[in-house]
C-alpha cells in the first residue's frame, strides 16, 4: 500500500514558476514509476509527465516538453514536477501516480488527492 501527498500549487501568473512536490508513504517508492497526471472538472485525467523508477527515463505531454521537468528523490521518496512559462491553460488539479511507466492513467495504480494549480492570464 502507499499513500502519496501533492503540494505546491497555487495561484500564479503567466509566465511565472511553480514546483510541485508529491510526497510518498508506504512501501516500494523505489519500483513504481511516477507521473503527474491533471485533469479540470468534467473532463479526463490528462498525462503530464512520468518518470521511471531509477529516474533514468522520463516522457512528457507535448504541450509541456521544454515547459515542465519531471524529476525524483528515492532516498527521501518523493517526485516533483518543476513548471516554468507557465500558461493560463495549464490551470488545472494536478495529480501524483505510482504504477506502471506510461502515459495511460490506467496504469497507475496509487493517485494523490491532487494540488490546484490557476495561472492567470
Known amino acids: 500500500q502507499m499513500q502519496l501527498v501533492e503540494s505546491g500549487g497555487g495561484l500564479v501568473q503567466a509566465g511565472d514558476s511553480l514546483r510541485l512536490s508529491c510526497a510518498a508513504s508506504g512501501r516500494g517508492f523505489r519500483t513504481y514509476a511516477m507521473a503527474w497526471f491533471r485533469q479540470l472538472p468534467g473532463r479526463e485525467r490528462e498525462f503530464v509527465a512520468t518518470i521511471g523508477y531509477s529516474g533514468g527515463s522520463t516522457l512528457y505531454a507535448d504541450s509541456v516538453k521544454g515547459r515542465f521537468t519531471i524529476s525524483r528523490d528515492n532516498a527521501k521518496n518523493t517526485v516533483y514536477l518543476s513548471m516554468n512559462s507557465l500558461r493560463p491553460e495549464d490551470t488545472a488539479t494536478y495529480y501524483c501516480?505510482?504504477?506502471?511507466?506510461?502515459?495511460?492513467?490506467?496504469?497507475?495504480?496509487?493517485w494523490g488527492q491532487g494540488t490546484q494549480v490557476t495561472v492567470s492570464s
Open positions: 501516480g505510482a504504477g506502471a511507466f506510461g502515459s495511460s492513467s490506467g496504469g497507475y495504480g496509487y
